[in-house]
């Protein structure tokens, strides 16, 4: 356990951009479907990660998954990086879902192999050492509300329409919403959204607890995107040694007994004692000031 947990702060590597790989048959070079971008001034320490598939709304294909999952593989080396901000490029939609269009091409073999790598996405976005928030200003349908729902926090517009969508189309989420919708509201309002494919508003989500917080729209409509922002900012100056075993210590207790989760917690908090950060709020504390956190 203790060796799992100590992997959470591995060493970074040096970030590099993401290199677009194209897919198609002429060797030509493809419009990459995501944009990663790292905030600089007071906001640096965000990055987001933007999906820029307008064409199909954001629908999670093939080459998106993959573009996805190298961009997680590259920031979670970065210990720069204190919060990750999922966003949409698409005006109106955070992401439609799973790019049934394309799946309906494949294979009952390619679909299985394909709904196991979306599973995949899913898992090693919840697994992000950092806080990761998803910024809802639009449409966030089946696999969409399951890439929210594989983030630590959700913001969403009033605009906004959420909802496991899957049995409407025949289908049952695949990429994690069985198992994280209802840690998140319960197993029986969970059961009910999920057997109706029942359409949510942002306020109606808030309602529920599915999301942190809803917003107006404004007319640039980016309103969450901006509250998510003003979110991430907040936990900016906190030491992120500690905001990060704090999330594992979480997501690792909520899996077992209160007892195992208590020995979970235990052992993150040793792993943060002997950190610089802890040594620079006690004497910020000491001396009135704010504490100057290096994440060392």
Same mark, same amino acid.
């Given at each position: 356990?203790? #060796?799992?947990?100590?992997?959470?702060? #591995?060493?970074?590597?040096?970030?590099?951009?993401?290199?677009?790989?194209? &897919? $198609?048959?002429?060797?030509?070079?493809?419009?990459?479907?995501?944009?990663?971008?790292?905030?600089? *001034?007071?906001?640096?320490?965000?990055?987001?990660?933007?999906?820029? #598939?307008? +064409?199909?709304?954001?629908?999670?294909?093939?080459?998106?998954?993959?573009?996805?999952?190298?961009?997680?593989?590259?920031?979670?080396?970065?210990?720069?990086?204190?919060?990750?901000?999922?966003?949409?490029?698409?005006?109106?939609?955070? &992401?439609? *879902?799973?790019?049934?269009?394309?799946?309906?091409?494949?294979?009952?073999?390619?679909?299985?192999?394909?709904?196991?790598?979306? #599973?995949?996405?899913?898992?090693?976005?919840?697994?992000?050492? $950092?806080?990761?928030?998803?910024?809802?200003? *639009?449409?966030?349908?089946?696999?969409?509300?399951?890439?929210?729902? $594989?983030?630590?926090?959700?913001? %969403?517009? +009033?605009?906004?329409?959420?909802?496991?969508?899957?049995?409407?189309?025949?289908?049952?989420?695949?990429?994690?919403?069985?198992?994280?919708?209802?840690? &998140?509201?319960?197993?029986?309002?969970?059961?009910?959204?999920?057997?109706?494919?029942?359409?949510?508003?942002?306020?109606?989500?808030?309602?529920?607890?599915?999301?942190?917080?809803?917003?107006?729209?404004?007319?640039? *409509?980016?309103?969450?995107?901006?509250?998510?922002?003003?979110?991430?900012?907040?936990?900016?100056?906190?030491?992120?040694?500690?905001?990060?075993?704090?999330?594992?210590?979480?997501?690792?207790?909520?899996?077992?007994?209160?007892? +195992?989760?208590?020995?979970?917690?235990?052992? &993150?908090?040793?792993?943060?004692?002997?950190?610089?950060?802890?040594?620079?709020?006690?004497? %910020?504390?000491?001396?009135?000031?704010?504490?100057?956190?290096?994440?060392?």
């Amino acid at each position: 356990m203790l #060796r799992a947990l100590t992997s959470v702060l #591995r060493l970074p590597r040096p970030w590099r951009p993401l290199q677009t790989r194209s &897919c $198609a048959s002429d060797g030509a070079a493809e419009d990459p479907e995501i944009q990663v971008r790292a905030l600089a *001034g007071p906001d640096q320490g965000i990055t987001e990660i933007l999906m820029n #598939r307008p +064409s199909a709304r954001n629908a999670l294909g093939n080459v998106l998954v993959r573009e996805l999952l190298d961009a997680l593989a590259q920031l979670r080396e970065d210990q720069q990086v204190r919060v990750l901000l999922f966003r949409s490029a698409v005006k109106g939609v955070f &992401c439609a *879902g799973a790019d049934l269009k394309e799946r309906e091409q494949m294979s009952e073999a390619e679909v299985g192999i394909f709904v196991q790598r979306l #599973r995949g996405l899913m898992n090693e976005i919840a697994a992000f050492p $950092a806080p990761t928030i998803a910024a809802m200003d *639009g449409f966030a349908l089946g696999g969409g509300l399951e890439l929210a729902l $594989a983030c630590d926090l959700r913001v %969403a517009a +009033s605009s906004a329409v959420m909802g496991l969508i899957e049995t409407t189309r025949g289908l049952l989420p695949g990429a994690g919403g069985t198992q994280r919708l209802p840690r &998140c509201l319960g197993v029986a309002l969970a059961k009910e959204l999920i057997f109706t494919g029942r359409r949510l508003s942002g306020a109606q989500a808030q309602a529920l607890g599915l999301v942190n917080h809803t917003v107006p729209q404004n007319e640039e *409509g980016n309103a969450a995107y901006h509250r998510a922002r003003a979110l991430a900012q907040e936990i900016l100056p906190q030491a992120p040694i500690a905001v990060r075993l704090g999330k594992v210590a979480i997501d690792r207790g909520m899996e077992v007994d209160i007892a +195992s989760g208590m020995a979970i917690e235990g052992i &993150c908090y040793a792993q943060n004692i002997p950190t610089q950060d802890r040594l620079e709020g006690m004497a %910020a504390f000491r001396e009135k000031r704010p504490p100057r956190f290096v994440g060392k």
